[in-house]
Nanobody
Framework: QVQLVESGGGSVQAGGSLRLSCAVS????????MGWFRQAPGKERERVAI???????NVADSVEGRFTISQDNAKNTLYLQMNSLKPEDTAMYYC????????????????????WGQGTQVTVSS
């Protein structure tokens, strides 16, 4: 069974930084798409950033220039570096895994990711 375990969430003031980690285990697909998503209360889950096994990555316009997605294949870990945090970044953050094609243009919707972590809460105060 694939396991994704997020960590690194917490409470920070606006302008602060956090780094989220997602430890991945039992996922043997070498051609993959990994992503970070977030969901605020009363809102739909939205894609924040994706990265694939070819090294390509993409971040949402709302976090462009502030968030960076990266991976350490030796540690089977996905990261999300979040800088210049804003109150509107407050949400539960989830990591997810899928096959490589899901990172194709227009394909990275939540419904195409079969594997999800339990989430880590990020709260940004003004």
């Amino acid at each position: 069974q694939v396991q994704l375990v997020e960590s690194g969430g917490g409470s920070v003031q606006a302008g602060g930084s956090l780094r989220l980690s997602c430890a991945v285990s039992r996922y043997t697909n070498n051609n993959y798409c990994m992503g970070w998503f977030r969901q605020a209360p009363g809102k739909e889950r939205e894609r924040v950033a994706i990265i694939n096994s070819l090294g390509g990555s993409n971040v949402a316009d709302s976090v462009e220039g502030r968030f960076t997605i990266s991976q350490d294949n030796a540690k089977n870990t996905l990261y999300l570096q979040m800088n210049s945090l804003k109150p509107e970044d407050t949400a539960m953050y989830y990591c997810a895994a899928a096959s490589l094609w899901v990172c194709g243009e227009g394909q990275s919707s939540t419904s195409n990711f079969p594997y999800w972590g339990q989430g880590t809460q990020v709260t940004v105060s003004s």
